[in-house]
């Protein structure tokens, strides 16, 4: 393979200079002329950057490996959640351009056969997983990547999105917008028991940032453990009382949903009475009526970038990697756009409330 030094030497240059050609620096003076003769010369020498010469290792690594995608869903329910299925599908795709086998285990009771986890040259996880769940799949895992989870220390590779951070910036976002009265429906994060039903990120989040601002009422947080109506039961238990939200935020947009529904038995309007914030961006999200403003959160790129960690780890690393992924807030009808609450300037937003 063509390296640094028999560039510079073809186009009569130093190693430094060539380097820095290639890595795009801008603060580096040379000529056009020159530049492009680099260019032009590693391209016809067929140059592979330290990046590319990685991913290339990693594509032949990939081919006839045996990997493990182990769920904390079983099928029926995680067909009734779209999320969780980009997340699945993120991972086998990319197993699939790598030519890896992928061999599903659901773990959703009994433990299934250590052997199968054994036999692969790594694992998946999809989801979370706590205490002997946890134990097993480190126990039987030559190499664990968990997918939009991170356990807690650094013993793992992990990836997946800050939802903390994600609620933080639509908080500020609707309080810039003039809301107020701002409600949260969620779940309970089985991990932390009943002594601490508010743990979940996003609803631990959401009361701190509503308890700063001085705006946090524990009427409008209700949890409870997650099941099909959830978000219809409890967004109709809030809207129905004396002093409802104006805001509504739920933990995700399968919740979305059933708040819709109650929203739409109440008899109330979607933004004009009660405007509805959700998270994950999940596809039926775009045609709801009115179309439900969510965050979007990378569910295919989640798995994807799992398994490029585990081939990371088949490649020699040894120090665990936690990936933080980026979120994106998707503004449509069921939530008043923050550019449809500028302001002319000396002028002061009134409050939603």
């Not at 045996?66 to 959640?81: T, Y």
């Not at 809207?239 to 933990?251: D, F, Q």
């Amino acid at each position: 393979m063509v390296t640094i030094k028999e560039i510079a030497a073809a186009v009569g240059v130093s190693s430094a200079t060539v380097s820095r050609v290639l890595n795009y620096d801008p603060t580096l003076s040379i000529s056009t002329k020159k530049r492009q003769a680099i260019i032009e010369t590693a391209e016809a020498l067929n140059y592979a950057t330290p990046r590319n010469r990685n991913r290339a290792a990693a594509q032949s690594l990939g081919a006839g490996l045996k990997i493990a995608l182990v769920h904390f869903l079983d099928p029926a329910k995680e067909l009734a959640d779209p999320y969780y299925v980009g997340v699945r599908l993120g991972i086998e795709s990319r197993c699939q351009a790598l030519k890896s086998e992928v061999v599903k285990v659901f773990l959703t009771g009994n433990a299934p056969e250590a052997t199968i986890l054994e036999g692969a040259s790594g694992v998946v996880a999809v989801g979370h997983y706590y205490g002997e769940e946890l134990e097993w799949l480190r126990r039987h895992s030559r190499h664990l990547v968990f997918a939009d989870y991170a356990p807690i220390g650094d013993l793992d590779d992990s990836v997946l999105s800050d939802v903390g951070r994600a609620m933080t910036r639509l908080l500020e976002a609707a309080h810039a917008m003039g809301y107020r009265r701002i409600g949260f429906v969620g779940w309970v994060d089985a991990f932390y028991g009943p002594d601490n039903i508010h743990a979940e990120r996003r609803c631990r989040t959401f009361i701190d940032w509503m308890t700063r601002a001085g705006l946090y009422d524990p009427d409008l947080c209700m949890v409870e453990r997650m099941t099909p109506d959830s978000g219809y039961t409890l967004a109709k238990t809030m809207l129905s009382k004396p002093n409802p939200p104006k805001l509504l935020i739920t933990c995700n947009d399968n919740m979305a949903l059933g708040a819709y529904r109650a929203i739409q038995e109440l008899g109330l309007r979607i933004p004009e009475d009660v405007a509805v914030a959700s998270f994950n961006d999940i596809p039926v999200a775009q045609f709801l009526a009115p179309p439900l403003t969510t965050v979007k959160i990378p569910a295919e790129l989640i798995g994807e970038t799992a398994v490029d960690l585990l081939l990371e780890r088949l490649s020699g690393r040894e120090v665990a990697k936690k990936v933080i992924l980026a979120t994106e807030i998707i503004w449509r009808g069921s939530m008043a756009r923050p550019a449809e609450a500028e302001e002319p300037a000396g002028t002061r937003l009134a409050a939603r409330d």
